[in-house]
């Protein structure tokens, strides 16, 4: 079983940044594909950004060019760096793990973004 949890999420205006962060209990997080997915009021859980064990990065059309998604394997964490935060980035954001050898899948808690003036 892999526990992630996640953290950096809060109220920002809109334009503003924020950072998430999720850290993983394992000791292969190398094998694992990250991703955050997101879910807003009323709508279903939508995948935000994916990174490879190697690095390879995959991002929804709705965020490509604001959000950076990027992995620390040493630390056993992914990063979601969110610039030019709109309203409509608002949603809990989820990590997501997957050991690419085998398809489990694991959730974290989620974290709240609120983008708002």
């Known amino acids: 079983q892999v526990q992630l949890v996640e953290s950096g999420g809060g109220l920002v205006q809109p334009g503003g940044s924020l950072r998430l962060s999720c850290a993983a209990s394992t000791r292969i997080f190398s094998q694992y594909r990250m991703s955050w997915y997101r879910q807003a009021p009323g709508k279903q859980r939508e995948l935000a950004a994916s990174i490879s064990g190697r690095g390879s990065t995959n991002y929804a059309d709705s965020v490509k060019g604001r959000f950076t998604i990027s992995r620390d394997n040493s630390e056993k964490t992914v990063f979601l760096q969110m610039n030019s935060l709109k309203p409509e980035d608002t949603a809990v954001y989820y990590c997501?793990?997957?050991?690419?050898?085998?398809?489990?899948?694991?959730w974290g808690q989620g974290t709240q973004v609120t983008v708002s003036s």
């Open positions: 997501n793990a997957v050991l690419q050898t085998t398809n489990s899948n694991y």
